[in-house]
T-cell receptor, first 114, second 114 residues
Framework: ELKVEQNPLFLSMQEGKNYTIYCNYS?????LYWYRQDPGKSLESLFV?????AVKQEGRLMASLDTKARLSTLHITAAVHDLSATYFC??????????????FGKGTHLIIQP | DAGVIQSPRHEVTEMGQEVTLRCKPI?????LFWYRQTMMRGLELLIY????????DSGMPEDRFSAKMPNASFSTLKIQPSEPRDSAVYFC????????????FGNGTRLTVT
């Protein structure tokens, strides 16, 4: 059974600071996704990581994937209040073609204070 | 594109009643997923379809839950009879066949069973 663990689950940080969210998963996979969810809202896709060493950046967020370590990170640079949200990582169940359901981590509830 | 459309947005019902949740995927997407989100259990995959065919329903918690996808533009998730522990936010998501595409989520249906 695929398990996805995120840490920390809760994070309060100040604006302007840097921090990293970690996502570990238990079995081999070549597909990892990061999502954002604002309170009471839907999930928004942030990044799709498909290969070992993949790195993607969007604004103050950067995601990376190490398939050998089964680890992905989401790095926040110079945090701003607008980035306050819950961030989820999700892993595909099998490699190869064809869509299948993703297994989600518990999410990291991020609060960025002025 | 209108995105994934779910209805109703909110549903309040009494224990024992039948509940039907509806989903219209993004046009051209041929995979559809039903997820349930609670504070305790996070995001759980209930069932997913590829080309209108149910592929994996191992996440459906009990026989009280059933899902159908009669055509490419419509799916339902039915709970009969409903119980208070079914209270959750139910999300529908869709994606293209390509295994590397992200899931696009609807706004969810918040179900409360009293």
């Amino acid at each position: 059974e695929l398990k996805v663990e995120q840490n920390p689950l809760f994070l309060s940080m100040q604006e302007g600071k840097n921090y990293t969210i970690y996502c570990n998963y238990s079995t081999t996979s070549d597909r990892l996704y990061w999502y954002r969810q604002d309170p009471g809202k839907s999930l928004e896709s942030l990044f799709v990581l498909l290969s070992n060493g993949a790195v993607k950046q969007e604004g103050r967020l950067m995601a990376s994937l190490d398939t050998k370590a089964r680890l992905s990170t989401l790095h926040i640079t110079a945090a701003v209040h607008d980035l306050s949200a819950t961030y989820f990582c999700a892993v595909g169940g099998r490699s190869g073609g064809g869509a299948d359901g993703l297994t989600f981590g518990k999410g990291t509830h991020l609060i960025i204070q002025p | 594109d209108a995105g994934v459309i779910q209805s109703p947005r909110h549903e309040v019902t009494e224990m024992g009643q039948e509940v039907t949740l509806r989903c219209k995927p993004i046009s051209g997407h041929n995979s559809l997923f039903w997820y349930r989100q609670t504070m305790m259990r996070g995001l759980e995959l209930l069932i997913y379809f590829n080309n209108n065919v149910p592929i994996d329903d191992s996440g459906m918690p009990e026989d009280r839950f059933s899902a159908k996808m009669p055509n490419a533009s419509f799916s339902t998730l039915k709970i009969q009879p409903s119980e208070p522990r079914d209270s959750a936010v139910y999300f529908c998501a869709s994606s293209t066949w390509a295994g590397n595409s992200p899931l696009h989520f609807g706004n969810g249906t918040r179900l409360t069973v009293t």
